[in-house]
């Protein structure tokens, strides 16, 4: 994994009391995979296995109201159903914008997330 100047290299979500649960919704909802450091940060490997692109840190309190995290799908409605049946809840349904439709998210610890689709 290359960084590259002046783009978003990481994303760090404070989870609070909650890393087992919120590092366990991760995976079970987008099949995401950790490097763990200790008992209080678990690290998000980049999709390819080599780097990171964020963690879940316990140090930080999670909750809604900072930085919109947006991921992206390729399926939208299969992605609502993978976050409710993870245990998240949809604060926003889907709903369409010019460039496609968009849903948002929260996790166990409350950090709002959206996740968008072309069409």
Known sequence: ?????????????????????????????????FNDYGPAYAAIRWSTGDGEVGGLNAAREGGR??????????DLDATVAAVQAAGGAVVEAPYEFPGGRRFHFTDPAGNELGVWAAR
Not at 14 to 31: I, K, P, S
Not at 65 to 74: N, R
């Open 1 to 33: 994994m290359t960084n590259i100047h002046h783009t978003i290299d990481y994303v760090e979500l404070g989870v609070g009391g909650t890393l087992a649960e919120t590092r366990a919704f991760y995976e079970q909802a987008f099949g995401w995979a």
């Open 65 to 74: 109201g900072g930085p919109l995290v947006l991921l992206y799908s390729d």
